[in-house]
């Protein structure tokens, strides 16, 4: 883990984290509230199996890694000592928000009306993001520094932010195992894999 990523990037996660609770905005709120809104109606209608929200495990995984996509290829590019900024930053951008697209275009395939098409791409969406934001949460809390002015003050510090950490991390991976209970076609592997995405453009 590079030191800019360690200290700068987690750092502010943390403390961006830490204001919002502790300076309770209507403003700040009003999106958390209507995104919990549209991802509770997307569940309620997936759990009648009204709409489509994650087709197979490969739908689900793709979901739950295209935030990653984008940090991925971030690191790969500064392991490989490419200047990020200018072709190689457009690239990660273009590959991220071509495969946002690719799982749009197969969610409204598997849900030709539009509204519930869309409904179950919000759903999807934003179960995804929660479970990034989460993980990088729990990172951020697990890899933040320990605070006091004594040693005891500090290893206190420090077990708190381990168990904060674990519990976050807990919460992403339960809104990960309910996401899993909305798949529709359980079947896995490469070849149903292939099979599937045959018979999606048959």
């Known amino acids: 883990m590079n030191q800019y990523w360690d200290v700068t990037v987690l750092s502010w996660y943390r403390e961006a984290a830490t ?49 990653w996509l984008p940090v991925g290829l971030y690191y790969l590019a500064d392991g490989l000592h490419l200047q990020v900024a200018g072709t ?10 071509g495969a946002f697209a690719a799982i749009a275009i197969l969610t ?19 179960m995804g993001i929660a479970f990034f934001g989460l993980i990088v949460f ?31 991390a807990a919460i992403a991976v339960a809104i990960l195992a309910f996401a899993a209970t909305f798949v529709r076609n359980r079947e896995r592997g490469i070849g149903h894999f292939v099979e599937d995405l045959r018979s999606r453009f048959a």
Not at 90 to 95: E, S, V
Not at 108 to 126: E, I
């Open 138 to 168: 729990a990172i951020a809390m697990l890899f933040s520094p320990a605070s006091g002015k004594t040693a005891s003050e500090r290893r206190r510090s420090a077990r708190n932010n381990r168990a904060a950490s674990a519990a976050i």
């Open 19 to 67: 204001w919002l609770f502790r300076n309770p905005s209507f403003e700040w709120y009003i999106p958390l509230v209507a995104a919990a809104a549209v991802a509770a109606v997307g569940n309620f209608y997936a759990s009648r199996q009204a709409v489509t929200v994650f087709r197979t495990y490969n739908d689900l995984a793709a979901t739950f890694l295209c935030p």
């Open 108 to 126: 409204f395939m598997d849900n030709p009306n539009p509204l519930k098409g869309l409904l179950a791409l919000a759903t999807k969406s934003l």
């Open 88 to 97: 190689v930053g457009d690239a990660i951008t273009y590959t991220a928000v």
